[in-house]
């Protein structure tokens, strides 16, 4: 079983920056959390959750949802079990709850479907 841990969340200005983190521990079938790959979601009151970033395991490839292209930046450090969600530029829009998860697929992703653990989630509040 993997558990994974976000952190970092918080409120902000319009323009501000956050990062997140997620701490990933526990393993199964020996496979660590370098053979994951690893995708944030997003889910705002009242609407579905959609896909944010994503990193692979094979080759470390990004894949972006086009609304935070050019603005968040996603990164691992398999050392330390952590991917992380930077984010820049903040709009209003992109308050929620944003959640990290973890797939064996060899590519990112962009179904929830996709991935087989998730942390709990942690809040995002952009203010104008």
């Known amino acids: 079983q993997v558990q994974l841990v976000e952190s970092g969340g918080g409120l902000v200005q319009a323009g501000g920056s956050l990062r997140l983190s997620c701490a990933a521990s526990?393993?199964?079938?020996?496979?660590?959390?370098?053979?994951?790959?690893m995708g944030w979601f997003r889910q705002a009151p009242g609407k579905e959750r959609e896909f944010v970033a994503g990193?692979?395991?094979?080759?470390?490839?990004?894949n972006y949802a086009d609304s935070v292209n050019g603005r968040f930046t996603i990164s691992r450090d398999n050392a330390e079990n952590t991917v992380y969600l930077q984010m820049s530029s903040l709009k209003p829009e992109d308050t929620a709850v944003y959640y990290c998860?973890?797939?064996?697929?060899?590519?990112?992703?962009?179904?929830?479907?996709?991935?087989?653990?998730w942390g709990q989630g942690t809040q995002v509040t952009v203010s104008s």
């Open positions: 526990g393993r199964t079938s020996g496979r660590t959390f370098g053979a994951y790959s």
């Open positions: 998860a973890a797939g064996r697929s060899r590519w990112v992703k962009t179904s929830g479907t996709e991935y087989d653990y």
């Open positions: 990193i692979s395991w094979s080759d470390g490839s990004t």
